[in-house]
């Protein structure tokens, strides 16, 4: 483990005990009345060259209870090295002691229906539709498309023996039938799914005639300002309602990718644990009165959180823009085996304990998930 991750680790740990005390306070739990010169005594005496009088002392701070938390993190680092271990040692059992209250809420899938350009009569039929938009002088999402592929494959599309293969049909699995046509496949493919990642792919003039549905207006409101993922999300609906005969109609609405995750008002802290192998957007709702501490996302693929006002945890494979692998992180769309123990021990690396409930399935169904604590 290097130092930096430690010290990630640690700021981790330090936001979530300032997050329970505030927690703690919004539930109306107060410090007992005691004056400063009493506290300041006693956080004194944990120096104490007597053993008696230094746990008397910490015992007399640990009977205040968590509300006292947020004073002691407060506090200056001590010049006292048993000072310091016994603070430590303190916030340790006061968090052991809250961290019973916090309800870890867990959501996972393994796909979010992230739309891709993926069957192989769609990929041939898009490089067809480019191709007749070429040279129409009017503009058109088939013209767009082509302006933006890359040249290299802009020239293979005008090559003779690549429009005969795009006239070759299928094999009984769905399969184009030679080696040549599985390649033009596979680089006709990635050329298309490069274009969902450009923020140009759009423009009035070129799609003029499309209407689209009012999330992905917003998005384009704000689009100097959208996160790679959400780049992708609004390029693939966009396509999807150009091509309605390419791309299916059913992933193109607000459920594709974006899972909505509603924290009902709850009297007991809560942290979210979303998950997802697949590509996702999670749009996070708290109520004003949802006693949301934290959001940790775990995924394969890459994830985005919007609308969370509190500390959010990344523990994702891979990344955008570009593929960066990392090797701490974790995915779980079912309550067993080992995905499941990974992400449990990652909450317990964490967090100190693993997650309180779990909702998981294959596939989302659009449907917005409401996270109530209190039940």
Known sequence: MTCMRVYREFLLVLCLFVAIGHGTARAGENLPVISKEQLSEWIGQLGDPSFKVRDAAQGKILDLGVAVRPILMAMPPSDSAEIRTRIQQILKTLYQRELARVHIYGVGFYTTNFGKLSTRSAVFSAAKEAIAAKNKKSPSPGKRVWELLDPFMQKTLEEVETLKILDEQLNASGLPSTPAARKLHLDLRRSFEKLFNLP??????????????????????????????????????????????????????????????????????????????????????????????????GGYFPQEVIGAKVPIVMKISQTLPGVIRNQDYFYCYTQSGTTYQRMNNHLQQLLGKGVDQFSSAHSYDGAPIVIKADD
């Open 200 to 297: 140009q792919l759009y423009d009035k003039t070129s799609f003029a005639k499309v209407e689209l549905p009012v999330e992905a207006l917003q998005m384009l409101e704000r689009r100097p300002k959208l996160s790679p993922l959400e780049v992708r999300w609004l390029n693939y609906t966009i396509s999807s309602k150009a091509f309605p005969d390419l791309l299916k109609e059913n992933l193109a609405t607000t459920a594709n990718g974006i899972v909505t995750v509603h924290v009902s008002p709850s009297s007991k802290p809560i942290i979210l644990v979303l998950s997802a192998y697949e590509s996702t957007i999670w749009k996070v709702v708290a109520d004003p009165k949802a006693n949301l501490l934290q959001v940790i996302v």
